[in-house]
């Protein structure tokens, strides 16, 4: 059976984004729904789905520190 490539993009990304969750939640003391929302409203979040620029591919808790330093008015 061949490799759908979309289906495991998608569940990668998918995976990706709880462990980005969840230590966003784990840095800043929030509960995982709070965290949750924080990264759907993110632009990391954005550049995660569209795929444009690779940021899929660095590890999770890179990408949450990144998200907490860059986009800190999230979080005021």
């Known amino acids: 059976m061949p490799v759908d490539k979309k289906n495991l993009r998608d569940t990668y990304i998918t995976f990706l ?4 969750i969840k230590e966003l939640a784990a840095i ?20 995660i789905g569209s795929g444009k620029y690779g940021v899929e591919y660095m ?18």
């Open 17 to 20: 984004e709880e462990d980005i």
């Open 28 to 47: 800043k003391g929030l509960d995982n729904r709070v965290a949750m929302e924080k990264y759907y409203c993110s632009r990391l979040c954005q550049q």
């Open 59 to 76: 590890g999770y808790k890179y990408l949450a520190i990144d998200l907490v330093e860059n986009e800190s008015e999230l979080f005021a």
